[in-house]
């Protein structure tokens, strides 16, 4: 009976459903899915195009009747429609890769969303996975599923800290006997990265780049903390005066103070859960420390910026992109006790 059960969900499916970047994990065989959070549809016949990888390759390179776009902002859905496209292909695609004498039409589907959202947006999230084919959803808080992805000890009667720094929301939480004991959710993440880069090379060299230009930045001379070699970088864009095509050389200080503002805001979201943690599980944290997941964790610098801030060990984990969707994964071994011990 057991291992027929186990046969008949085999496919359930979990979701890291992120404002970036989309993983899907599928029972017994991992994550199958690591693609871009980007649709790309035709205005004209509203038909969709592309989704995933091909879609984000024509993000600021469609003609005026094509747009690409991104159906999730700040970790929630904005545009209920195309997001439910997405998700309808993502689990399609998910449930393909299950052998055909395990496979079900319709499966199980556990999808991580941010603490802080609303029950409004709970529900818009579950009434989207349903009309994409899930027969059944459960949701999951981002950075529950974090910390049992990184392998915390979340079932001890101590304290361990997540902070997840995805796409749209940085999540921080203080996790014990497998509950949030404090939080925090700001609407601050590798997005608000971008944008303040996209804004300091309009305001100092009215050069107008684009999202995927931003991005690049980010990930090559991104820096949260001074580094013992200071890089350059040629950039290429528009120039605002001349309307031509123009090329800058910037350096790796001038973006790191591009992104203070954002990165304050990720600081003091996690120096106010510190602050309200109660003293015996803030105690624990002095051994523990804290464990960066999510994208942002691999900004350059950030774990050391917020070892001076906290003076708490900081440490980034291993496959920092995977955290949230391993513990999905995680739970899907389980999901029956996983999610009655959760509620």
């Keep these: ?21 989309s993983l899907v994990f599928v029972r017994e065989k991992g994550i199958c899915l690591c693609e871009p959070s980007v649709v790309a549809i035709n205005e004209n016949t509203k038909e969709i195009l592309e989704i995933g ?14 747009r690409a776009v991104r159906p999730m902002k700040d970790g929630v859905i904005a545009d209920f429609d195309i997001n439910e496209e997405m998700l309808r292909y993502f689990i399609k695609k998910a449930v393909s890769l299950v052998p055909r004498r395990q496979r079900i039409l319709s499966p199980r589907v556990l999808i991580a969303v941010p603490s802080g959202i609303t029950e409004v947006e709970n529900r818009a999230v579950k009434d ?6 899930a027969s059944e959803v459960f949701l999951i808080e981002e950075p529950m599923a974090a ?10 009667p ?4 997540i902070v997840d720094i995805g796409g749209g929301t940085t999540e921080v939480a203080v996790i014990s006997l497998y509950g949030i004991v404090g939080s925090r959710s700001v609407r601050v993440g590798g997005d608000e990265l971008d944008a303040a ?21 980010k990930i090559e001379i991104g820096s949260a903390y001074p580094v013992n070699e200071e890089e350059t970088m040629d950039v290429k864009g528009r120039d605002l005066v001349s309307g031509l095509p123009k090329t800058v050389k910037i350096t790796a200080s001038e973006i790191r103070n591009a992104l203070q503002e954002p990165i304050a805001s990720i600081v003091e979201a996690i120096r106010g859960t510190l602050e309200r943690c109660p003293p015996e599980l803030a105690a624990d944290l ?12 691999l900004l ?44």
């Design 1 to 21: 009976m057991l291992k027929k059960l186990t046969q008949l969900f085999s496919s359930d499916i979990g979701i890291d459903l992120g404002t970036a970047n």
């Design 53 to 66: 990888n091909e879609a984000k390759r024509m993000l600021g390179r469609t003609p005026g009747n094509i």
């Design 128 to 133: 989207n996975a349903k009309r994409a084919g």
């Design 147 to 156: 910390a049992i992805g990184v392998g915390l000890p979340i079932g001890e």
């Design 158 to 161: 101590e304290g361990s800290m």
């Design 197 to 217: 880069i996209c804004q300091h090379m309009k305001r100092v060299y009215n050069l107008m780049v684009g999202e995927r230009t931003s991005e690049k930045i």
């Design 286 to 297: 002095i051994d523990r420390g804290i464990m960066l997941a999510g994208g942002g964790a």
């Design 300 to 343: 350059k610098g950030l774990d050391r910026l917020i070892v001076e801030e906290t003076g708490l060990p900081v440490f980034v984990a291993e496959e920092p992109l995977e955290a949230v969707a391993k513990g999905t994964g995680v739970m899907l071994q389980d999901l029956d006790v996983m999610i009655h011990a959760m509620a």
